[in-house]
């Protein structure tokens, strides 16, 4: 038997339960369905989130969202194996509405969207999987789903089913997986009184930390973060693939060298470990999206490879909440127009390029590989950190030694080239200007 629907929504991760919200709110019958017992129950991130988005569709999410601290204090660090040079921002601002970032657990910000998505109008079916799609000649008209006789047919599908998503290679709209395109991120989560929590990030009240780095991950290209929730710390890696294959180092060996870096370990250590997950991030930008329509469907959030994963930035949610949000308003119109070919579905596109989704990913596009590149990761890094070492050490035994003799000294001994230095820079300078 098919059941039938204006919609179905796979996958109620924030991308889809925003598609499902938009669309919901906008008339249309729609069936969000999500593999897990419950939404966010399967899902894994570091532990930050840019909810500003919420702002036009949920506009006292602060106030109602299960937030654990808003951050208001952001760190980027250069680690090498033992040396770490910082930029620390603080702002006061960022602990008053509007607030900047916050860290929420995924398992209870999830459900409380798709229980937002479900006061909308939109059907929450937990506990089954789309396992193939539903085609009427070349359309999609729906999904095939693990329960018996479950197929549930649709005029739009929009496939928010993450990474690697299974609906968007069934419909032939990846070529192929280059595993340059993904990293996987392992994390722990670690409880810790609130107090202490405070006292070793320097906070108080709901206010919180975020410390992404980029480097400190034994040799693999990557990076690491540490998040404060309420009374837990959360600390993982971000790893290239191909490095970590290269690398013959397993995951959570380089998570446990990671915790014990000399900037890293008087944060984490002690405390009662209470989760370890992994999985795959979508780092690959704009060169890696897949195409994101086709007739019958839309595909957003990871499935679209649409995380920004720029080195210093790690935003995969806001973006997927940001495509989810633009699906549901294209599925509706396109329903109500009577199109929902490809070309009824161009709005979707229109939004993305209208937002900041797709110009973001456009600015950064090459951002994600350079600060993956082994220049960076160990050349520059070590550059950086011996220069600031010295620069800050005082001998007073001879006068102090010039900031170029410096550079020049470090610059030759990690065989740094100034015309590599400058095209670099024009790259970044690129991306940030
Ligand atoms: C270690 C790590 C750290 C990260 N840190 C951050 C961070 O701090 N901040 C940030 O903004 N982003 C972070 N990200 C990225 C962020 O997690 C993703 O970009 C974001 O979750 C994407 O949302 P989504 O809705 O597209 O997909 P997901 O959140 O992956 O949701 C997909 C949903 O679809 C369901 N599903 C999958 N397949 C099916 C199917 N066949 N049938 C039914 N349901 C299905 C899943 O169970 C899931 O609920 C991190 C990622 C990782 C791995």
Known sequence: MTIGFDIVVVGA????????LTAARAGVTVALIERGPYPGS?????GVLYA?????????????????????????????????????????????????????FRSEFDSWLADEAVDAGATLIPSTTAIGLLYDGGT?????????????????????????????????????????????GVKEVIGFDKAEIDKRFGVRGREGVDIETLGGTSGVSGGGFVYTNLESVAVGVVLSLAGLRAAALRPEEIL??????????????????????????????????????????????????????????????????????????????????????????????????????LPDHRRFQRIPRLLLSERVQERYSRFVVDTA??????????????????????????????RDVIRDGFTLIRGFK
């Open 42 to 46: 399967k899902n894994v991130y570091g």
């Open 256 to 357: 446990r060298r990671f915790k014990t870096h000399p900037s890293i370990a008087p944060l984490v250590e002690g405390g009662e470990l209470l989760e370890y997950s992994a999985h795959l991030i979508p780092e690959g930008g704009l060169d890696a999206m897949p195409e994101l329509v086709t007739d019958g469907m839309m595909v957003t959030g990871d499935a679209a490879g649409m995380c920004l994963a720029a080195g210093v930035f790690l935003e995969g949610v806001n973006f997927a909440m940001a495509t989810g949000i633009a699906a549901g308003e294209t599925a509706a119109e396109a329903i109500s127009a009577g199109d929902v070919s490809r070309t009824g579905l161009g709005g979707y596109r229109r939004r993305l390029d209208g937002s900041f989704v």
């Open 13 to 20: 991760g924030p991308a889809g339960s925003l598609a499902a």
């Open 52 to 104: 500003r988005i919420l702002d036009s569709v949920i506009p006292d999410w602060p106030e109602r969202a299960p937030i654990q601290r808003w951050v208001t204090r952001r760190s980027t660090m250069v680690l090498t194996e033992h040396g770490s040079v910082a930029m620390d921002v603080r702002g006061d601002a960022w602990s008053q509405e509007p607030h900047n970032g916050v860290t929420a």
């Open 389 to 418: 070492t010295e620069l800050f050490t005082v001998r007073n035994t001879a006068p102090k030694v010039g900031l170029w003799r410096i550079m020049g000294a470090a610059r030759r001994r990690y065989g740094v080239r100034w």
């Open 140 to 184: 999609v008209v729906g999904v095939r789903t693990d329960r018996p006789e479950g197929d549930i047919g649709a005029r739009v599908v929009i496939a928010c089913d993450g990474v690697n998503s299974l609906l968007a290679r069934e419909a032939g709209l990846y070529d192929g997986f280059d595993a340059s395109n993904f990293t996987l």
